[in-house]
């Protein structure tokens, strides 16, 4: 029978026998959330100030700090 430090030499180090047994334990990583509505793109949002899509406001950008002006 091998020795732990012999099993984990074979396994390809410390870190690969740890992240072996614990996929073992905890099963492999939860990659995305399939199940839900993919966010709104960054024209639909809704503006933090006065909540009226992003798409209805004018920007400014022509002096040193862009400005934006909301419909209302």
């Not at 430090?5 to 690969?16: F, K, T």
């Not at 047994?21 to 959330?33: E, K, Q, S």
């Given at each position: 029978?091998?020795?732990?430090?012999?099993?984990?030499?074979?396994?390809?180090?410390?870190?690969?026998?740890?992240?072996?047994?614990?996929?073992?334990?905890?099963?492999?990583?939860?990659?995305?959330?399939y199940e839900s509505e993919p966010e709104p793109s960054r024209t639909d949002r809704a503006c933090p100030l006065c909540g009226a899509p992003m798409s209805e406001h004018t920007f400014d950008r022509s002096g040193p700090k862009p400005l934006m002006t909301c419909p209302r």
């Open positions: 029978m091998s020795t732990f430090r012999e099993r984990v030499r074979e396994a390809g180090g410390w870190y690969a026998w740890f992240n072996s047994r614990l996929i073992r334990v905890a099963g492999p990583a939860a990659v995305g959330p």
